[in-house]
């Protein structure tokens, strides 16, 4: 069973606010309170792109990572840069879309994964890297996983992209 609070304002009670229409165009403050739809699925893209001279110790094809969420509306793509972090709306794809399908047709490894609910506990606390976001985004805490290959290597076995690991696997 869920529970929402929802804060009322001063003289306010919720008899008044459910029999109260909400204004058009914006949601009612009870559903409101129970939050956006959390994503059920996400694909990790795996770059070789860096300009970070740093970062070239990294395994090739694997010095970067970032994550498209899907939504109800449509898909929203996280990059963590070193020096910002893009937000953009893919709002005209479906969210049905095979986008890891797509993006390694273009030639990127890309892994579709659940989103897995964390545990109720606080994060490792671990620097600000791409790794750390796409892990706090996809619901894993782990200690282990440090560098984008470390990532690709533990999504491998929650991919839900079966067949393709399995044929990357093998060109290793």
């Known amino acids: ?16 606010m459910s029999e109260s229409p909400a204004k058009p165009g914006l949601p009612s403050p009870v559903a409101a309170a129970a939050g956006p739809a959390r994503p059920e699925r996400a694909v990790v893209v795996f770059a070789e792109e860096t300009r970070l001279s740093k970062l070239r110790r990294l395994k090739p094809g694997f010095r970067h990572c970032y994550a498209y969420m899907a939504l109800p509306g449509g898909w929203v ?17 479906p969210a049905e879309a095979d986008l890891a399908g797509h993006l390694r047709g273009l030639g990127q490894c890309a892994l579709t994964v659940p989103v897995l609910t964390p545990p109720r506990r606080l994060a490792p606390p671990l620097p600000f890297s791409c790794v750390e976001v796409v892990k706090r985004l996809i619901g894993l805490q782990s200690w282990r996983i440090r560098t984008p290959w470390e990532l690709f290597l533990h999504l491998r076995k929650i991919s839900l992209d079966y067949g393709f690991v399995l044929f990357y696997i093998s060109l290793l």
Request: hydrophobic share 50%; aromatic share 16%; charged share 20%.
């Open 1 to 16: 069973m869920k529970v929402a609070y929802v804060l009322l304002a001063p003289g306010l009670d919720v008899k008044q």
């Open 77 to 93: 793509g996280i990059d963590p840069l070193a020096y910002m972090t893009e937000i953009k709306g893919f709002y005209e794809w």
